[in-house]
């Protein structure tokens, strides 16, 4: 699951041994190029089904669900089941730390 307690400000201050591996495995869950592409493409819909991203990634449907099941589980995707269709839509807030965590620190002398 990704977390706050996951990224430190990388370009704040150096890293520990044990933060470095903890960011290291939240930016493994979304270093995969298929994974990328279900983020943007879910953050441009409401929500979509794995019948619904196959064409757009050419990837097959136990594929495809493959990498929505790791992106549900680090907790960046709601997944929602409607009969034998699974649902996904993204929860923008757990990409956050993330985002901040590569952010460049902020000019204190413009505080």
Known sequence: MISEACCPQVLEAPLDAEQAEQM????????????????????AVEEACVCDLMVPLG???????????????????HREQRGKWA??????QRLEPLRRALAPPMDRSRA
Do not use: C, E, F, N
């Open 87 to 92: 649902y996904y839509r993204m929860v923008p």
């Open 24 to 43: 290291a495995t939240a930016l493994r869950v979304i270093a995969d190029p298929a994974r990328l592409r279900l983020v943007s493409i879910l953050a």
């Open 59 to 77: 990837l097959s449907q136990p594929t495809v669900s493959h990498h929505l099941k790791v992106l549900a589980d680090a907790g960046l995707l």
